[in-house]
């Protein structure tokens, strides 16, 4: 088990780890959510591009193959992304790792 220090629970090591998908001019937002995300539960593995990028793509992945976003075949600018607000869905994923 891991101590999560900011609010004293207990969570299992493998419900921390995410899996950020995204297209190499995504990786601003991309960035920012990791930072997010470790600030509000620390210890948590994010884990960019496992595989090969995607085309146009922004998808957050959690423990079980849980989606939290999924912005699949974006056409330029990436007006879906520039939408998205990046501090609610930190909020959204730290909420689910911890419960």
Same mark, same amino acid.
């Given at each position: 088990m891991v101590l999560n $220090?900011?609010?004293? %629970?207990q969570l299992p090591p493998l419900a921390r780890?995410?899996?950020l998908h995204l297209h190499?001019? $995504?990786?601003?937002?991309?960035? /920012? @959510?990791? /930072? @997010?995300? /470790?600030? !509000?539960?620390?210890? %948590?593995s994010v884990s960019v591009n496992p595989d090969k990028p995607r085309k146009g793509c922004?998808?957050?992945?959690?423990? !079980?193959? /849980?989606?939290?976003?999924s912005l699949l075949d974006m056409p330029r600018p990436f007006t879906k992304l520039k939408a998205?607000?990046?501090?609610? @869905?930190a909020?959204?994923?730290v909420a689910a790792l911890k419960a």
């Open positions: $220090t900011a609010d004293r %629970t780890n995410l899996t190499r001019h $995504t990786l601003h937002r991309a960035t /920012k @959510l990791e /930072k @997010l995300i /470790k600030e !509000g539960a620390p210890g %948590t922004f998808e957050v992945r959690g423990p !079980g193959g /849980k989606t939290f976003v998205l607000d990046v501090e609610a @869905l909020e959204e994923v």
